[in-house]
Every structure is written in structure tokens, then in C-alpha cells.
């Protein structure tokens, strides 16, 4: 069991399989967890809290710092985001290596909380990355002063892309067609982004924020005309606001679940109780009429990759056409609208053969390198024609 209290904690699992958490609340503010993979006869089989702990970053007033977005990029650097800043930090080096222009428009980090992606990354050869993040949501500053007397002003409505592999990066702004503070953004085996949860007023925090945002939105990432990119898509009934999550399931479905914008557990006399139940959204690729163009995976040669390897992948299409994609995704862990660990690789397809009347083989190659697929676990989805198969797992090592 766990010895601290775990509340607004942040994990990830690692190349073994253990869970890493760190943070808390109270006593567990500044703790750092593991959880190994175990049996059920196993005795030992339990949390370990290390004797480390965490340092302490907080801004008094706003505690817009929280929270930061965070990516390991290609070249070993990290990207990192708050409030409307961003930097690429050589971390082994303690250095700041670039700055980026500020974010236009709202605060974008806790409690004025937005959502954030890196986009996916193409393994094509020769291999030329390009490095684009998104940032969606958010909210003015002061949003969080005001809520904290019973004003709510309107969350973000805007979506900033920026690449941060051009010379001159610049961020190009886009409007949501429904304003959003703590959504949470996921992407899709597709590489679409799925922007869910979150409320249309104020901030982040206990009772801090009206009006749950219920429908979620699709943004089309190459989508060339701009009027097109986002389609709102059938809404929940179930408000899902301060702690809410979401993650993509190996099907391709996403799991919601959470909402507690209380001090405590409260299920009763308040406006937004205590949320405990979880959902399963289905992504439009799921639709019935979409089923005969789903890939169903027979075989796969080599579920433990080394980097720059070839692998084999063997699947069913009824109905085959020209357009072909493997996608592999790190599944995310979601707190406060960050999907940390998230990351999307289409990978570099060498061949594809016919070798029955329904059946293919595709030969790919595993990402080149740590920096671009981090030692771990991920799903590999065959996508045919927009529409994913369901996910087999691999590790890199």
C-alpha cells in the first residue's frame, strides 16, 4: 500500500514495466513512488516509497509555472512550456539553449490550465524531422483571483502550432469552436488530436470553475482548409472538470473518468459532485460504417525492439486500398491536462507484399534512437485508410 497521500500525483512507467509516481498532496507533496510489476502469490508485492524527494517550485499568487508541458526532443534536448513561454533546455548541461516567442493570448500552465501535444513525429527516409507542438485552452491572468471570489470569466478559446524546428519559429493561432480550460488533449492513432473534459469559465482549483465543456472536439492535423480542422463530436452528459483524465485504450477507443472539484469527496449538495465513473469514447474511425477498413493483425515477428531494427507485421484487410500508415504510441499518464509520456511515431515502412487474398506483410523499421522513442512500452496501431487496427504492444530497448 501506499504510505503518502497520492492526490494530483504524476507518473509514468519505465522500460521494466515499474510504475514511477512522483508528488502528492500533504506529506506525499514531495514523494517519489515505484511499483514493479509482481504476481499475485508474490508477498513482496507492493509500493516503495524512495527516501528522495522532489524540489519545491510554486509562485504564491497565481501558480501559473505548474504544470509545465514537456518534451524529450530528437536531439536529446527538452522542450519545455509554462504559462506562455517556452525553452529548448539542454538539461545535462543546465543550459538554455533557444527561446521561443511568447504564446499570444491567455496563460496557458496550472491553474490557468491548458492542454498541450507534440505532434506526431514522421520516420521517413531520409529522415528530415520536423518538431511541431500545440497548445489549446487556458485562461486570462487574474481568471484564477476572480474565481476565488465566485467570478468566472470565460476560459481560452484559441489553439496555438508552433514548429520548433524552423529557423524562425512563430506560433500560428487558431480558434476552438468551444472555449476550454483544463481539457485534456490526446493523439490519436490517425495523428488527429482529440481535445475532451474541461469547463467554458474560469480556472483550475477547487471550485473554481462553471460550465462543463461536454462535447468533445476533433482537430484534423493536415487538414488544409482551416474551417474544416475541428468537428465537434457528441457530447457526454457527465461533467468532467478539476481531475478529470482521459487515456487512449489499445482499441482505440479513450477511457474518461474523474472530476472532483472539491477539498474533499462530495457526492451530494453541491453543483458538480464528486465524479467517480468512467467512460469509453468512441472516435468517429470507430463508426460501423468504417468497420470493413480496420486491419486485423495475424502475427508479429519481434515484440522486443532494438533501435533501427526491421520488424514484421502480418494482417487481414477485406477491403484494401493504397493509403497505409503504422502508428506507435506511448500511452499517456493524465493529470491537470497533461498527458505525460505521450508521444506519436509514424514508422518508416520499407515494404508492404501481398500474401494472400486478404492477407499483407509489412516490414518497418523500429525508431532510430532513445531520443526519439524513449525505452518503454508502446502501442502499435496499422492505420488503412484512416481507420486503425486494434493495438499490439511493443517494448524498446
Known sequence: MVQTDVWCSSGAVDSNGTLIQTGGYHAGDHKIRVFSPCYDDDVNCDWTELPQNLTET???????????????????????????????????????????????????????????????????????????????????????????????????????????????????????????????????????????????????????AVDPVLNPVLYKTNEPDPDKRFIVLNPSTIPRMYHSSATLLPDGRILVGGSNPHVRYNFTGVKYPTELSLEAFSPPYLATQYAHLSPIIMAVEGQILSYGQQFLITFNLGFPGEELMLSMIAPSFTTHSIGMNQRLLFLDIVE????????????????????????????????HQGVPSHSFWVRMQ
Open 352 to 383: 508492404i507484399e501481398r500474401v494472400s487474398v486478404f492477407g499483407y506483410k509489412v516490414t518497418a523499421f523500429a525508431p532510430p534512437s532513445k531520443n526519439i522513442a524513449p525505452p518503454g512500452y508502446y502501442m502499435v496501431f496499422v492505420v
Open 58 to 208: 510554486t509562485d504564491p499568487k497565481e501558480e501559473n509555472n505548474l504544470y509545465p508541458f514537456l518534451y524529450v526532443l530528437p536531439d536529446g534536448n527538452l522542450y519545455i512550456f509554462a504559462n506562455r513561454r517556452s525553452i529548448i533546455l539542454d538539461y545535462v548541461n543546465n543550459k538554455v539553449v533557444k527561446e521561443f516567442p511568447v504564446i499570444p493570448g491567455e496563460k496557458r500552465s496550472y491553474p490557468a490550465t491548458g492542454s498541450s501535444v507534440m505532434l506526431p513525429l514522421r520516420l521517413n527516409s531520409p529522415m528530415n524531422l520536423t518538431v511541431e507542438v500545440m497548445i489549446c485552452g487556458g485562461a486570462w491572468g487574474g481568471a484564477y483571483v476572480e474565481a476565488m471570489e465566485g467570478v468566472f470569466w470565460p476560459a481560452s478559446s484559441t489553439c496555438g502550432r508552433m514548429r520548433i524546428t524552423d529557423p524562425d519559429p512563430k506560433w500560428v493561432m487558431e480558434d476552438m469552436p468551444l472555449g476550454r480550460v483544463m481539457p485534456d488533449m490526446l493523439l490519436l492513432p490517425t495523428g488527429d488530436v482529440i481535445i475532451l473534459n474541461g469547463a467554458g469559465n474560469g480556472t483550475a482549483g477547487w471550485e473554481n
